[in-house]
């Protein structure tokens, strides 16, 4: 058997090789990082206990670790490409992102790593967004994009090649696995040159800016990296003083004592010089850096309770800044609990279930047949609840790992600089989506369903309470 390299170690070494050539390329990146790691410093410093808690988990030195990145694609076979790419690294495609629907003509997914150990070793993702043609409804341009996503190849050969041996192998050796990140990197290069000409270029902006960034270039270029921050309203507030214009307002839910599913906001999308293949000279903006903090998973009926609650404060709060929408969105979700202890009774959040020290003292007694000290608790009337409630169970909440098809959208809008957000008339098409993929995207709630049964399970068996 030859030895090969986890999946685990070429994402963390590729999204490590991404983060050096972003840098390098986008200036304003950098100085973004660095706000964020200033701003991370001053809040560990400020909060003993949260640093200690990280600690425990390992989680310190991978907080400067960029979280996920994001690209486009134009044709199913260049997503079909990706699955394979991404899959050497042990990321598969996880959720479905309508997007058309908020005026973005895209669906997308999530390539991400799935089970705990690999999250936990690098829990790097891509949002991956494929281009609707469809939607266009001019035909004549419509034809014309298509011919050109045809003729273009986003893989190097040498990329294709180590795909193939990683397919037929199992996996890569050391060896290749280094020049699979190499070659991998260059199909999310940025390039200064476009493949069509001004005329072409401005036909399709006209249509929409997503579809010019799409369809002008040799391939999908990375167009952010996210990095975790510990106070994302904190680096909001700064960014202007470190000479980054932020978007208009922060995504998705308000700051909470427990914190829910995903908070983000970026810098906007830079002008960049580009040469035409006309020789013509021009710019073209697409690339800029976001940042994201995360709070717990929501199960379908948490998830429904926040939708509702956020396109309440979305139509309140139209046109505000941020410290006022923030506001708005505080009032509108005093309604969700914030509290650990109801929002699992009320089965809004998904939970991590773990036996404490006194649990673990139960199981032992257990095992060894000798519950006498256990003979007080009629045991047929211990359920979960009274095992926590008994303190021999702890519940952690379980981390959201994926995305938010609104606040995604709006990210997306504040760097189209289109005044444009009506929906395109297109109904989402999962199936079209699955298609071209080539594969079923994996369903995210399923996967944290199943997380916190196991544990579930695993408690309770443990305590000897599996039988009723
Ligand atoms: C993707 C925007 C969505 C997120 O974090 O929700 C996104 C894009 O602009 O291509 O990255
Ligand atoms: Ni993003």
């Given at each position: 058997m030859p030895s090969f390299l986890s999946p685990d170690a070429i994402r963390d070494r590729f999204s490590r090789a991404m983060s050096a050539m972003y840098q390098a390329e986008v200036p304003q990146y950098g100085t973004l990082l660095e706000l964020v790691e200033t701003v991370n410093r001053e809040t560990l410093e400020g909060d003993p206990e949260l640093a200690a808690r990280l600690e425990a988990h390992d989680d310190l030195a991978r907080l400067?670790?960029?979280r996920h990145g994001a690209i486009r694609v134009g044709t199913a076979a260049e997503l079909a490409g990706l699955r394979r790419l991404f899959a050497v690294m042990g990321m598969q495609p996880v959720g479905y992102y309508d997007l058309a629907a908020a005026g973005v003509p895209v669906h997308s997914t999530a390539f991400r790593p799935v089970d705990d150990a690999a999250l936990a070793r690098n829990p790097f993702r891509v949002f991956t967004s494929l281009l609707?043609?469809?939607?266009?409804?001019?035909t004549q341009l419509r034809e014309r994009a298509a011919d050109i996503l045809a003729?273009?190849?986003?893989?190097?050969p040498e990329a294709l090649a180590l795909i193939e041996r990683h397919e037929a192998q199992g996996g890569l050796s050391e060896e290749d696995a280094e020049r699979f990140v190499a070659a991998a990197l260059e199909t999310f290069r940025w390039h200064?040159?476009?493949?069509?000409?001004w005329p072409t270029y401005c036909a399709l902006h006209d249509q929409h800016r997503l579809i010019a960034d799409v369809v002008c270039f040799r391939g999908p270029h990375i167009n952010h990296l996210t990095p975790r921050t510990l106070d994302i309203d904190a680096v909001q507030r700064r960014m202007p003083q470190a000479g980054i214009a932020p978007k208009a307002v922060i995504e998705g839910p308000p700051r909470r004592a427990c914190p829910i599913l995903l908070r983000q906001t970026s810098f906007k999308a830079l002008e960049e010089e580009i040469r035409f293949a006309d020789r013509q000279q021009g710019s073209h903006s697409a690339r800029f850096g976001e940042i994201e903090q995360r709070g717990m998973a929501l199960t379908p009926a948490g998830r429904e309770r926040y939708d509702r609650l956020l396109a309440t404060a979305r139509e309140r709060s139209q046109g505000l800044d941020n410290a006022a929408h923030q506001q708005v969105l505080d009032d509108v979700f005093t309604?969700?609990?914030?509290d650990a202890a109801q929002l699992r009774r009320h089965g809004l959040a998904y939970f991590d279930y773990r036996l404490t020290p006194a649990g673990e003292a139960v199981r032992e007694a257990t095992e060894s047949g000798e519950r006498a000290d256990l003979a007080?608790?009629?045991?047929?009337?211990?359920d979960l609840e009274a095992a926590i409630a008994r303190g021999w169970v702890s519940a952690q909440p379980i981390t959201y790992e994926d995305f938010l098809p609104v606040s995604a959208a709006g990210i997306f809008q504040s760097n189209l600089g289109d005044a444009r957000s009506d929906g395109y008339a297109g109904h989402a098409n999962r199936d079209d989506f699955e298609q071209a993929l080539g594969a079923e995207v994996i369903d995210e709630l399923a996967l944290y369903a199943r997380r916190e049964a196991a544990s579930r399970q695993r408690v309770m068996h443990a305590l000897g309470l599996d039988a009723q």
């Open positions: 400067g670790v960029e609707r043609l469809e939607l266009i409804e001019d003729s273009r190849q986003i893989f190097t200064r040159e476009a493949t069509v000409d309604a969700f609990p914030d007080v608790v009629d045991l047929a009337t211990v």
